[in-house]
Nanobody
Framework: QVQLVESGGGLVQAGGSLRLSCASSGSIFSINAMGWYRQAPGKQRELVASITKGDSTNYADSVKGRFTISRDKDKNTVYLQMNSLKPEDTAVYYC??????????WGQGTQVTVSS
């Protein structure tokens, strides 16, 4: 089992920045990629950014150039640095750990609200 705990959400004005953290514990050796999803009210959950064991990263087009995913292997923590935030970035952000197809883990989510 893997436990994922997010932190760092909150309320910020448009143009501001936030950094989300996801601390992982448990059988983390089984995780092959980690990332962040978000879900806004009335919308489907979408992948925001991901990072593999080999540190390859991937971003949604809507956040490219503004968000950066990184990780600290010693702390078993993944970060999402979010800059130039927009009201449309408002959502619940979920940490995600992927083992293989149909086998993944989720955090409890953290709210990010961007005011205009």
């Amino acid at each position: 089992q893997v436990q994922l705990v997010e932190s760092g959400g909150g309320l910020v004005q448009a143009g501001g920045s936030l950094r989300l953290s996801c601390a992982s514990s448990g059988s983390i050796f089984s995780i092959n990629a980690m990332g962040w999803y978000r879900q806004a009210p009335g919308k489907q959950r979408e992948l925001v950014a991901s990072i593999t064991k080999g540190d390859s990263t991937n971003y949604a087009d809507s956040v490219k150039g503004r968000f950066t995913i990184s990780r600290d292997k010693d702390k078993n923590t993944v970060y999402l640095q979010m800059n130039s935030l927009k009201p449309e970035d408002t959502a619940v952000y979920y940490c995600w750990g992927w083992v293989r197809e149909s086998y993944d883990y989720w955090g409890q989510g953290t709210q990010v609200t961007v005011s205009s």
